[in-house]
């Protein structure tokens, strides 16, 4: 008994021996590792957009009526002057002729007034000084008589009479002379009423052109909201036209990417319907304010060359450029053990030892980030936080670039998704 005890003690040993040199030979556990080199890097922003003219118009109508006639369908081109829209205009039309009749009253009565009312001003105030020089002759002959006594005073009162009515008469055509001159009151009467009836007519006539609705400008028709035979009223859209101008594009952006953002930056686009037809654009403007229920910020891009595709309200990726380097060394993402602002901790594999390094660093893509200062060229990162500093380590390079590959891939589909629902 004793002997087997003995005998299984030795083989337990033996065991154990074996273990060791074997972990001995194999040494610590891998761990997936890059080797740091420096080369040509590019940071991107990728983002959804919209297509959004500049200058987009409602056109509606100024006057509440039945819809004639609509001479433009959606997506037309249109030029500036263009007849787009007409009204029923049977009563403004009767409305104007009326206006224009009471037009031509008003003038023919000033002419009037300046002609034949002016020549027989002339014959009654004419008249009126025969009548005044007769019966101022008559109460001289009369005073002549009664002072040598062959007529009555009576008939001196009634020569006198004669002579003040015939006075007055002369007075009173003088005065109606004087209304039909220039600045008379009779013309200025007429010639304010005249004035009214054109006015009636202007205003007639404005009405009346009211019932055309024309383009203001070239552009396109976007939408189209009403048939022949509705009836309208002033306040409601109509038609909605894109005028002819500069393409943008619009996109609200998160507000964490806003210090990579500026204006003049080159970017590319794809339309998601057209996702192989890339083309250039570049950022134009970023709002001056941030959406606090969204916490993102308008930003605008200007397209030089709008391809023939392009549609308002379209959607879009866009990428812009935010920042290159021709040489930099960089780390994958997945190497920083900590971050503070721009400071980060990365594991480094120095002399089959873990050595803790901070790190300064700059750019930044979906997957890695420049390094500015605590890494050298060639110096092997840790990708995974598996031997903490201190301790023995195996750098995996082949590990490591399998996972790079991996977790680059996973990246950008998972940013492409993010923008495209954004």
Known sequence: MSRMRSRWWWAVGALSVVVVGVVWRLGPPGVPAVAVQAGPMQQKLLFSARV????????????????????????????????LLRLEDSELQAALAQAQAAERQAAARVQGLRGSGRSSAAAGMAQAEAVLRAADAEHRRTQDLVARGFLSAARLDEALRALNVAQAQLAAAQAQGGALAEQG?????AQAQWAVAQATTQAALARLAQVQLRAPADGRVLSRSVEPGQIVQPGRALLTLALAGATQLEAAVDERYLQQLRPGQAATARADAFPNDRFKAQVLSIAPLVDAQRGSVVVKLAVAEPPAFLREDMSLTVEVLTGTRDRALAVPLAALRSEEGARATVWVAVGGRVEARTVQLGLRTLDAAEVQSGLNAGDVVLLAATRAPGLSVKADLAAGAALRTQAAGEDAASGLSNAMGR
């Not at 003219?53 to 609509?70: C, F």
């Not at 009151?185 to 009467?189: F, L, R, S």
């Open 52 to 83: 959004a003219h500049p200058q987009r118009v409602e056109i509606g109508a100024t006057l509440t009526g039945r819809v004639a006639q609509v001479a433009v369908a959606e997506g037309a081109l249109v030029k500036a002057g263009e007849p």
């Open 185 to 189: 009151t009779d013309i200025a009467q």
